[in-house]
């Protein structure tokens, strides 16, 4: 079955860095979507993303955070200056049209 | 506001045992319906989804869920655990294509031999 890859698996970054985070989702696939966790918490909507623009995004996704579509296979998650509570684990999915998601594996970024 | 409560923080089940995870959703309409299991420091996997006609949805390693329409809800079956079901489990609704997934906050499910 296709799958979601994620890169890198753990990223360490200190304080105030940029981090990006990359994601391949399935090839056709439409539909893109960034989610958190926190240690010990639920997942957190991030943001949507359909037809080259951002289709929704929650309160977490202030300014800090940006995503691109650089090209046809890679969807990005930019934090511009990290802070120590953007440390969670980071989850791209992406689902073509029907609501099934497909998860990757995720990227845990500790800032420290 | 849309919501979606999973009552029980940790439930330790014998091996062997039946389950049941409870799932609840506050929406005004029949949303999409799914169950994720995380196992420690992995991903999140699919087990089963609901979208419309049979209440009854059969998913992978042996789980079951169905939708009652008139209690909201959406509740996780296995008739019998085995020690590998040991994980988090995660309730998701999503009201149509294309829509973020709002997840409950887990039930971590224990199983003793």
């Known amino acids: 079955e296709p799958e979601v890859t994620q890169t890198p698996s753990h990223q360490v970054t200190q304080m105030g860095q940029e981090v990006i985070l990359r994601c391949v989702p399935i090839?056709?696939?439409?539909?893109f979507y960034w989610y958190r966790q926190i240690l010990g918490q639920k997942v957190e909507f991030l943001v949507s993303?359909?037809?080259?623009?951002?289709?929704?995004k929650s309160e977490i996704f202030d300014d800090q955070f940006s995503v691109e579509r650089p090209d046809g296979s890679n969807f990005t998650l930019k934090i511009r200056s990290t802070k120590l509570e953007d440390s969670a684990m980071y989850f791209c999915?992406?689902?073509?049209?029907?609501?099934?998601?497909?998860f990757g594996p995720g990227t845990r970024l500790t800032v420290t | 506001a849309q919501s979606v409560t999973q009552p029980d923080i940790h439930i330790t089940v014998s091996e062997g045992a039946s389950l049941e995870l409870r799932c609840n959703y506050s929406?005004?309409?029949?949303?999409?319906l799914f169950w994720y299991v995380q196992s420690p420091g992995q991903g999140l996997q699919l087990l089963l989804k609901?979208?419309?006609?049979?209440?009854l949805v059969q998913g992978i390693k042996g789980f079951e869920a169905e939708f009652k329409r008139s209690q909201s809800s959406f509740n996780l079956r296995k008739p019998s655990v085995h020690w590998s079901d040991a994980a988090e489990y995660f309730c998701?609704?999503?009201?149509?294509?294309?829509?973020?997934?709002?997840f409950g906050a887990g039930t971590i499910l224990r199983v003793k031999s």
């Open positions: 929406y005004g309409a029949t949303p999409y």
């Open positions: 609901y979208f419309s006609g049979d209440t």
């Open positions: 993303f359909y037809n080259n623009e951002i289709s929704e």
């Open positions: 090839s056709n696939h439409l539909y």
């Open positions: 998701a609704v999503a009201m149509e294509y294309g829509n973020k997934l709002v």
């Open positions: 999915a992406s689902s073509d049209p029907a609501p099934k998601q497909y």
